[in-house]
Each structure stands twice: as structure tokens, then as C-alpha cells.
């Protein structure tokens, strides 16, 4: 284990060194029931350690739940076999100019302390021969949300997935968010928050860019 000076400095500089999630090479040999009874073990030896009694009813069943919480719900998004089916369709009606999906609920959790991150994203782009369900985009986003995250690998991930099946480089992605590992610790600055912008292709021009802030700025319908 690293020094615990450097483990603290890694998590409040929110340091990331790879757009890939690290994962290990036997990641997903077990199962997902194998791996709720494990981190229900483990957990229990965590709320035993803290002094809690775990003969308690309503803390008797706490780390089933969390455990089962972790795998099945809030990091769904750290196994491939639940990624979304990103299928496409032929641009037919030939609309090529830009297609925003904004507001997408952003419900993560930063990867140094395990709290949330919640928030919304926008992404955007122009298509080219290939078109995307909307309904898609969202599911992207939200597998990529659930797992351990930092916000700069997070809209790097969504980006360049869209921009391998949409098969253009003409995609942009903003997430902002409020980090609870930044409001509820360390600093505790209840009111700040973090957005995080990502583009290729034409929205490296500042005129293409700023219609689609121009667009994402307006109230929620
Ligand atoms: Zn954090």
C-alpha cells in the first residue's frame, strides 16, 4: 500500500492516469452472486470494526444490501456484458445538422472515496451516414456513470464510444456535477460544482461549440 500521505493527495486532486477504468485481468471470473457474498463478508467485518452490532434487525441485512447495491445497481457500468447495444440506422432523412440530448441524469460515484457524483450531462452530434436512438445515448451515459468514476475519464469514455459507432468525430459531451466528496469532506464547499467538456471534429470550431452551449444553457423543458 502506498503512504497514506500520498493516498490522500491522489484523492483530493481527483488524479486519474488512464481513460480505461483499471480493472484487473480476472475482473469478472466470478460471478455476480459470488462477488454480493464476498462484499457482504467484508462489509460486515467494516460495520463490525466501527463498533456496530450486526445482531441489530435493522442492521442485520445492511451488508447483503450493499453488497448487492454495488454490483447490481450503482457499478452495473464496471462489466461489459451490461454495456447497451449502441445499434445505429441510415441517416435516410439525411439530417446533418445538430442533435442535442441534454439533461441526462448523471448518478456516479468518484473512484478516491467512493461518494456521489451526481449531476446532469449533454451530449451532442452531427451525424454523418449513421443515426443513434436517443433513448441509447441516455443508457450510454448511465453505464459509464456506473461505475467508479473521475469526471474527466467519464465524458472521454462516452465521447469516444459515440464517435466509433456514429462513425464521425463530430460529438461533443459536457457533464457538470456535484461531488459529494467535495461537499460533505474535506473542503465541504456545499455550493461548488464541476463541468467537464470533451469534443472532436467540428466542434473543435468555437462558433459549432458555442451553439451547442448556446442550446444546453436554456431551462429544462
Ligand atoms: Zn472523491
Redesign the pocket.
Known sequence: MKNKEHIEIT?DN?FSSSIKTPLRADAFEKSDDEKIKSIAHHFEKIMQEMGLDLTDDSLSGTPYRVAKMYIKELFYGLNPINKPKLSTFENKYGYKKMLIEQNITIDSA????F?PIIGHAHVAYVPKNKVIGLSKINRLVDYYARRPQVQERLVLQILNDLQDVLETKDVIVSVTAK?L??SSRGIKDQSSFTTTLEYGGCFTEIATRNEFLKVIAQQAI
Open positions: 484523492g481527483h468518484c473512484e478516491h472515496h461518494l461531488h466528496c467535495v
